[in-house]
């Protein structure tokens, strides 16, 4: 699986936008990028994924950049549950998720 | 629509004892995921089922392990006899499909303690 380089920590205030980079340049042409986020005592949830368009949902927007070899999740107004931990992962053929130390987001009140 | 279930929410036992935890899918997804935590480490995965088959188990950490999925729905996964470093938190997922394009969808997970 393809490697991803992330922050380990970021802060935001509340309301705020916040983006969280991703690096991923040696992403392969089928690899998509997910964005999964952690939040304490759960288990991972889905954010968003894209192949090569910037793709927007109701929680996020994924920016990619245009050689792929990098991407921005964006939340555009932070809230105190946003708080959690970012993890930026490349999925290819394989079908399993491999998971770095991701960017812990700590959102201020 | 219900998510991803999984029992038991918490379960400790001693060393050499075996514990089994389940996993519900969510309904129609044909794809079933195990992974784990272990203290201080990166989630980690174990185990991959289409249906009732097993799809990729290279994460499987020894023998000790079990895994099942008859019928293709629920996933059972055994820890016989449980060691130590099995304490972690296990998580199950599901997804429609297993090819990149498609998300995964977790369960809260079962804290394994073994003292």
């Known amino acids: 699986d393809a490697k991803t380089t992330q922050p380990n920590s970021m802060e935001s205030n509340e309301e705020e936008p916040v983006h969280l980079p991703c690096n991923h340049s040696?992403?392969?042409?089928?690899?998509?990028i997910h964005w999964y986020r952690q939040l304490p005592s759960q288990g991972p949830e889905y954010v968003i994924h894209?192949?090569?368009s910037n793709v927007n949902n109701r929680m996020a927007s994924l920016a990619i950049a245009e050689d792929r070899k990098s991407s921005t999740l964006i939340l555009h107004r932070a809230t105190l549950r946003d708080a959690a931990v970012y993890y930026c992962i490349l999925r290819g053929r394989g079908s399993r998720l491999t998971f770095g130390e991701g960017t812990q987001l700590t959102v201020n009140p | 629509e219900a998510g991803v279930t999984q029992f038991p929410s918490h379960s400790v036992i001693e060393k050499g004892q075996t514990v089994t935890l389940r996993c519900d899918p969510i309904s129609g997804h044909d794809n079933l995921y195990w992974y784990r935590r272990v203290m201080g480490k990166e989630i980690k995965f174990l185990l991959h089922f289409v249906k009732e088959s097993k799809q990729d188990e290279s994460g499987m950490p020894n023998n000790r392990f079990l895994a099942e999925r008859t019928g293709g729905t629920y996933s059972t996964l055994k820890v016989q006899p449980a060691e130590l470093e099995d304490s972690g938190v296990y998580f199950c997922?599901?997804?429609?499909?297993?090819?990149?394009?498609?998300?995964?969808?977790f369960g809260p997970g079962t804290r394994l303690t073994v003292t």
């Open positions: 040696t992403i392969s042409g089928t690899d998509y």
């Open positions: 894209g192949l090569t």
């Open positions: 997922a599901s997804s429609l499909r297993s090819t990149g394009g498609y998300e995964q969808y």
